[in-house]
């Protein structure tokens, strides 16, 4: 998966040319979490109680990618 994920954010940003991306996944998906932290995605902050799993709530995630930082780091 790693690989297909490079792909699509170099398509992002050399192709559609859009200066950053964004992911969300909630707090308990610490899988997830890992991979978008590895790709170059920077956590820029948590939404409490905002997703409804499992008759409970749980804090959303936010993370950005930069272009910029993309290009970098690449």
């Known amino acids: 998966y790693f690989s297909i994920n490079k ?3 170099n398509h992002c940003f050399q192709q559609l040319n859009l200066n950053s991306i ?5 707090e ?5 979490r890992l991979t978008i932290e590895r ?3 920077k956590k820029v902050g948590k939404l ?3 997703l409804f799993k499992d008759g409970k ?3 959303s995630i ?3 990618l ?6 970098k780091n690449k």
């Open 7 to 9: 792909w699509m954010i």
């Open 22 to 26: 964004f992911a969300v996944t909630s």
């Open 28 to 32: 308990d998906h610490a899988v997830v």
């Open 39 to 41: 790709i170059g995605f």
């Open 48 to 50: 409490r109680s905002t």
């Open 57 to 59: 709530y749980l804090n």
């Open 62 to 64: 936010y993370y950005d």
């Open 66 to 71: 930069l272009k910029s930082d993309w290009l």
